[in-house]
């Protein structure tokens, strides 16, 4: 399911910081843009068949991207 995941975090605009193992568990370490996560638990227990579970914090503020500015400026004026 690995690849999976993280293939997953990646189309979230996710960076993968590092990855480990916790026991049995493999355990991603990744900062994802909380705007991108909405749904996400959904997505992780379909992709894993219920096996993987998640957890949240809060690490920094970030300027948008670019393109993910125009988007949103389009988005909210109409244009």
């Given at each position: 399911?690995?690849?999976?995941?993280?293939?997953d975090l990646?189309?979230?605009?996710?960076?993968?910081?590092?990855?480990?193992?916790?026991?049995?568990?493999?355990?991603?370490?990744?900062?994802?843009?909380?705007a991108t996560?909405?749904?996400?638990?959904?997505?992780?227990?379909?992709?894993?068949?219920?096996?993987?579970?998640?957890?949240?914090?809060?690490?920094?503020y970030a300027?948008?991207?670019?393109?993910?500015?125009?988007?949103?400026?389009?988005?909210?004026?109409?244009?």
């Amino acid at each position: 399911y690995m690849g999976d995941v993280i293939g997953d975090l990646n189309s979230r605009r996710g960076r993968i910081l590092g990855m480990s193992q916790r026991g049995n568990a493999q355990v991603i370490d990744a900062e994802v843009p909380l705007a991108t996560m909405f749904g996400y638990v959904t997505d992780l227990r379909s992709m894993t068949q219920g096996r993987a579970t998640s957890s949240l914090h809060f690490s920094h503020y970030a300027p948008v991207p670019p393109a993910v500015q125009e988007e949103v400026v389009a988005r909210v004026t109409g244009l």
